[in-house]
């Protein structure tokens, strides 16, 4: 099994650009997640979904925008990048209605706006 | 809202020596309780997690944690720590209700000295 798959693990992007990092699980999971990691605050739930269609903002959304057309895949987008959004980004995904299971990470994509 | 603190930012130990990460949380309603860990330049992965019954749990690589309901809090040890352990530590709690999300301390980073 692959697990959870981001692309790319590496991006450099001007203020004002857009991109779009992906996320695909292969392990059917309905819940999937989207994390920024910055020093010193841990981990901060952006985006979440509950299921394909079903999207719901995190604790830090602004600036982000998520879709859930597949089980397999949740995009997160930046609309237009700005430097306070440099830092690396890592999608989750575990089972939906089990509070209690394992979250599997991504690798990761570090992400800088210059 | 619940909210995890890990009271170490970083922690440094020689090699064969004890260590304790400690970590409190703050809920109104049960929590599961878990301990991340992440090694250089990769993503998370589980290290242990408390659900129920009995306060002491064990993880893998030799890693344990205790649950004490009274002080809030999860601290994780390891008797002896060897080089590989060199990582950040992420405590996290998910409540036992409502939207399922998983919140994060700020994590402590562990540097075995040989």
Same mark, same amino acid.
């Given at each position: 099994? $692959? &697990?959870? *798959?981001?692309?790319?693990?590496?991006?450099?992007?001007?203020?004002?650009?857009?991109? #779009?990092?992906?996320?695909?699980?292969?392990?059917?999971?309905?819940?999937?997640?989207?994390?920024?990691?910055?020093?010193?605050?841990?981990?901060?739930?952006?985006?979440?979904?509950?299921? $394909? &269609?079903? *999207?719901?903002?995190?604790?830090?959304?602004?600036?982000?925008?998520?879709?859930?057309? #597949?089980?397999?895949?949740?995009?997160?987008?930046?609309?237009?990048?700005?430097?306070?959004?440099?830092?690396?980004?890592?999608?989750?995904?575990?089972?939906?209605?089990?509070?209690?299971?394992?979250?599997?990470?991504?690798?990761?994509?570090?992400?800088?706006?210059? | 809202?619940?909210?995890?603190?890990?009271?170490?930012?970083?922690?440094?130990?020689?090699?064969?020596?004890?260590?304790?990460?400690?970590?409190?949380?703050?809920?109104?309603?049960?929590?599961?309780?878990?301990?991340?860990?992440?090694?250089?330049?990769?993503?998370?992965?589980?290290?242990?997690?408390?659900?129920?019954?009995?306060?002491?749990?064990?993880?893998?690589?030799?890693?344990?944690?205790?649950?004490?309901?009274?002080?809030?809090?999860?601290?994780?040890?390891?008797?002896?720590?060897?080089?590989?352990?060199?990582?950040?530590?992420?405590?996290?709690?998910?409540?036992?209700?409502?939207?399922?999300?998983?919140?994060?301390?700020?994590?402590?980073?562990?540097?075995?000295?040989?």
């Amino acid at each position: 099994n $692959a &697990g959870v *798959t981001q692309t790319p693990k590496f991006q450099v992007l001007k203020t004002g650009q857009s991109m #779009t990092l992906q996320c695909a699980q292969d392990m059917n999971h309905e819940y999937m997640s989207w994390y920024r990691q910055d020093p010193g605050m841990g981990l901060r739930l952006i985006h979440y979904s509950v299921g $394909a &269609g079903i *999207t719901d903002q995190g604790e830090v959304p602004n600036g982000y925008n998520v879709s859930r057309s #597949t089980t397999e895949d949740f995009p997160l987008r930046l609309l237009s990048a700005a430097p306070s959004q440099t830092s690396v980004y890592f999608c989750a995904s575990s089972k939906a209605g089990h509070w209690n299971t394992e979250a599997f990470f991504g690798q990761g994509t570090r992400l800088t706006v210059v | 809202a619940q909210s995890v603190t890990q009271l170490d930012s970083q922690v440094p130990v020689f090699e064969e020596a004890p260590v304790e990460l400690r970590c409190n949380y703050s809920s109104s309603v049960s929590v599961y309780l878990f301990w991340y860990v992440q090694y250089p330049n990769q993503g998370l992965q589980l290290l242990l997690k408390y659900l129920s019954g009995s306060t002491l749990v064990k993880g893998i690589n030799g890693f344990e944690a205790e649950f004490n309901k009274s002080q809030t809090s999860f601290h994780l040890r390891k008797p002896s720590v060897h080089i590989s352990d060199t990582a950040e530590y992420f405590c996290a709690v998910t409540v036992i209700q409502g939207a399922q999300k998983l919140v994060f301390g700020q994590g402590t980073r562990l540097t075995i000295n040989p």
